[in-house]
């Protein structure tokens, strides 16, 4: 088999260039602009398809989420609950106010009763809360 001068040519070439390009320093490589964006997106509500599929009525005049009888509440700024909702993929605003062990037992409920918009994390937590009265 005769391989042409020219492919020769070009493939001693290709491998010169491939095999001096240095690899990247793993230094320079940032990702701080990317997280900066998803760090911001605690800031504002949830977004519509992560919200409760079960809003209560009793919850519409104050955040339209479902109203949870939680063993207690924690704010966002907490280094478990930030922990804990990036697991998730969730990031909170600090100001927010969390649920930690919900349910809907709201009969007996021996804690405190909360409006939380999103509650896919049940029965650890519900995030983006507001006291019910």
Not at 23 to 41: F, K, T, W, Y
Not at 120 to 127: F, Q
Request: include cysteine; proline fraction near 11%.
């Amino acid at each position: 088999m005769h391989v042409p001068a020219l492919s020769l040519v070009t493939f001693i070439l290709l491998g010169h260039f491939v095999a001096a390009t240095p690899a990247p320093d793993p230094g320079l490589i940032s990702l701080e602009p990317v997280l900066d964006v998803l760090r911001g997106i605690g800031n504002t509500p949830p977004p519509k398809i992560i919200w409760t599929p079960d809003p209560s009525p009793e919850c519409a005049a104050i955040n339209q989420g479902e109203l949870q009888c939680c063993q207690g509440t924690l704010a966002g700024d907490l280094p478990i609950i930030q922990f804990l909702a990036a697991v998730y993929g969730y990031t909170l605003n600090p100001n927010d106010v969390n649920g930690i062990l919900c349910n809907e037992n709201l009969d007996t409920c021996p804690g405190v009763k909360v409006c939380c918009q999103v509650t896919a994390l049940n029965p650890l937590l519900s995030l983006y809360c507001q006291d019910y009265k």
